[in-house]
């Protein structure tokens, strides 16, 4: 496997981890699990990175790690960025 594939596929794999996190956060009603739940994901994805790691998978492993830091600062910019996008675009002041 090539070393961009690698990472590619470390990132996506956290990426997936990340989602499932996202997906089950609706359906969450108290602020307290709400936040275990990301600790959880953070959890999962580093353990990914160390399980790549031990299997000497470096690539992977790196792409895993930069995943746990990558994708949630990109979902929280996202949900910033729609929430000024609709406080712009609301008629409501």
Request: net charge positive; proline share 2%; hydrophobic share 60%.
């Amino acid at each position: 496997m090539r070393k961009t594939d690698a990472l590619a596929g470390g990132l996506v794999q956290s990426l997936g981890i990340w989602l499932a996190v996202l997906l089950a956060m609706p359906f969450v009603r108290n602020v307290a699990v709400a936040w275990a739940l990301a600790g959880a994901g953070l959890l999962a994805v580093i353990l990914l990175g160390q399980w790549h790691q031990r299997r000497s998978r470096r690539d992977s492993a790196t792409g895993a790690f930069t995943g746990a830091v990558l994708w949630p600062a990109l979902i929280g910019l996202a949900i910033v960025l729609i929430n000024i996008v609709s406080m712009s675009l609301s008629d409501f002041e």
